[in-house]
């Protein structure tokens, strides 16, 4: 899964998760009805960003969910999925934009690419992508060319760039690509008079994807002796964060031009979760459930870094991590004695309510499975995808575990949309900024 808006679920709240997984089974979806099974391997977090503008201005309408049947990516849960047309333009969309990746890997000869029969296999996938993006978008009103010919426009432009060639002059064919794409969700969605102002904000995203990518690839990319458009034109890190902020200014001046339905999800993804997204770029971010923020060159950052809580009081660390009765000077044996587990201890009636029968207050503990028990179970939950994306037991100890797609960046929301005394409007981010 690739995309540079990659929200954790925690932070979404209860509705814009919903919300947010709708758009993306529903992605997922169009894409298995429209071009087969394979074709879900592209779907991807900003493709579905096509969907939710259009869902945002569109409002609540007939058929525009669905109920899809057990996945095993939802825990083998049924979903309410978005459904129409918005989602089936974001399968478009994503089809020709990882042709457009594939491209870019074989013209980098990275990894297997760089063997001619499987660069050549990839080739022809990825032809087949533009083809099947084609047919989709001209079902919708869309014409596909703008993005195929960006992205044959990107090749000679980073060939003919050099140090001092403005990084916006490379940009240029994603930001003219993202534009057309999200300036055709006012025409689905009925609203013609946003295109222009959806087109800016499509725009400035495409800047930001592209320079996100590069900064989050360069030392990679200088390892591997890769083309980098930030290393080609000499533009430093400190230029690049500049232009992201000023990205993320244009995008929240121009949504504020389009006329909403319910701007609530569009709204948190296109103004927090972007800001977000270029913090963890630049390593100024961390994970509000203690996971550090790392940089471009694989350097933790963030205030969640040194756990004040780990290690002893004496280094610094968890002020309760003693004994809990080592100074008690009432616990039965005198000080440092701990309670008996008998009556009125901790095991026995009394404690923690379990005043009834023999039995404390804890529920009773799941027996650990074995070895090749533990494993058996870890290989199917890793085939059912259910690892990475949804809550589960783990395999040995049988503890509730968080899926591994939400080894995320839940911080605060940081809000800064609210300017001049007073809050954005119609802002319902669900973040704890004021809003």
């Not at 977090?45 to 095993?72: E, F, I």
């Not at 083998?76 to 459904?83: D, F, L, Y």
């Not at 121009?254 to 630049?282: K, P, Y």
């Not at 901790?346 to 090749?372: F, I, M, S, V």
Request: glycine share 16%; net charge neutral; hydrophobic share 35%.
């Amino acid at each position: 899964m690739f995309g540079i808006v990659r929200p954790c679920t925690h932070r979404l709240g209860e509705r814009f998760k919903a919300e947010w997984m709708a758009h993306l089974c529903g992605l997922c979806l169009a894409l298995r009805g429209d071009h087969g099974q394979f074709a879900r391997i592209v779907t991807n977090y900003d493709g579905l960003l096509v969907s939710v503008l259009t869902d945002a201005q569109a409002g609540p309408a007939a058929g525009a969910r669905r109920t899809a049947g057990p996945c095993p990516l939802r825990g083998m849960r049924t979903a309410s999925v978005a459904n129409g047309e918005g989602a089936r333009l974001a399968a478009a969309v994503s089809l020709v934009l990882a042709s457009a990746k594939v491209r870019d890997h074989v013209a980098d000869r990275d990894g297997l690419l760089a063997r001619a029969p499987i660069a050549m296999a990839a080739r022809k996938v990825a032809r087949g992508w533009d083809r099947a993006g084609a047919r989709t978008g001209a079902s919708l009103g869309f014409d596909t060319a703008v993005l195929v010919d960006a992205v044959d426009r990107q090749a000679g432009i980073e060939t003919l760039a050099g140090i001092g060639t403005p990084v916006l002059v490379v940009t240029e064919p994603t930001e003219t690509a993202t534009a057309a794409a999200f300036a055709h969700t006012a025409q689905l969605a009925g609203r013609p008079g946003n295109a222009p102002a959806l087109a800016e904000a499509g725009r400035y995203f495409g800047r930001l994807a592209h320079l996100l990518d590069a900064v989050e690839d360069q030392a990679a990319d200088a390892a591997a002796g890769a083309w980098n458009p930030l290393t080609a034109t000499g533009t430093p890190l400190t230029e690049a964060r500049r232009l992201c902020d000023d990205a993320l200014h244009g995008i929240r001046l121009a949504l504020r031009e389009v006329e909403f339905a319910d701007a609530g999800l569009a709204h948190r993804l296109l103004v927090h979760e972007l800001r977000t997204s270029v913090d963890r770029a630049f390593g100024t971010s961390s994970c509000g459930h203690g996971h550090a923020a790392s940089n471009s060159a694989g350097q933790g950052g963030g205030p969640y870094v040194a756990n004040p809580y780990a290690g002893s009081p004496q280094s610094g660390g968890n002020p309760y991590a003693s004994d809990p009765y080592a100074s008690n000077p009432y616990a039965p044996g005198g000080p440092g004695t701990a309670p008996p587990m008998g009556p009125g201890g901790p095991g026995g009636p009394g404690w923690g309510g379990g005043g009834h029968g023999g039995g404390g207050g804890l529920p009773p503990q799941k027996p650990r499975r074995g070895l090749l028990a533990g494993c058996a179970v870890a290989i199917g939950l890793f085939c059912t995808c259910q690892l990475c994306c949804s809550e589960h037991d783990s395999p040995w100890s049988r503890e509730k575990k968080e899926p591994w797609c939400n080894n995320c960046d839940c911080g605060n929301c940081n809000c800064d949309c609210c300017g001049d005394g007073g809050c954005c409007d119609g802002c319902d981010c669900g973040c704890d900024c004021g809003c």
